[in-house]
C-alpha cells in the first residue's frame, strides 16, 4: 500500500488549505484514513480520522476548523484547513489503518509528510 500526499505549502495565519492523499495498491478494502501531523521537537500527534462508513474523529485543537473526508472510491482522503495558526505548522502525514489487500491485512500504512507552515 502507497500513499501520496499532497497540498501542503507556506499559508497566512487564518488562511486555508486542502490537503489530498491517494492510496494505491493492491487494495481490497480500506477502512480507515486519517492526517497526523508532527511539529518540530514534537512527538507525531493525531489530527482527524475517518472510517469507511464517514465518521470522522478530530484532535480537540483542530475541531470546528479542519474537516476530513473522503472520496467517493474511499481510496482518497482530504483535510480542509481553516483559519490556521502558527500552531498547526507541522509535518502533515497521511495513514490508512485496517487495510485489506490481496495478500492478507496491514494496519497503519504511511505516506511521506507533506509540510504546512503558517507564518504569523
Known amino acids: 500500500v502507497q500513499l501520496q500526499a499532497s497540498g501542503g505549502g507556506l499559508v497566512q495565519t487564518g488562511g486555508s488549505l486542502r490537503l489530498s492523499c491517494v492510496a494505491s495498491?493492491?487494495?481490497?478494502?480500506?477502512?480507515?484514513m486519517g492526517w497526523y501531523r508532527q511539529a518540530p521537537g514534537k512527538q507525531r500527534e493525531l489530527v482527524a480520522t475517518?472510517?469507511?462508513?464517514?465518521?470522522?474523529n478530530y484532535v480537540d485543537s483542530v475541531k470546528g476548523r479542519f474537516t476530513i473526508s473522503r472520496g467517493n472510491a474511499k481510496r482518497t482522503v482530504y483535510l480542509q484547513m481553516n483559519a490556521l495558526k502558527p500552531e498547526d505548522t507541522a509535518v502533515y502525514y497521511c495513514?490508512?489503518?485496517?487495510?485489506?489487500?490481496?495478500?492478507?491485512?496491514?494496519?497503519?500504512?504511511w505516506g511521506k509528510g507533506t509540510l504546512v507552515t503558517v507564518s504569523s
Open positions: 495513514n490508512a489503518n485496517r487495510v485489506v489487500t490481496s495478500t492478507g491485512y496491514g494496519r497503519h500504512y
Open positions: 495498491g493492491s487494495i481490497v478494502k480500506l477502512n480507515d
Open positions: 475517518i472510517t469507511g462508513g464517514g465518521v470522522a
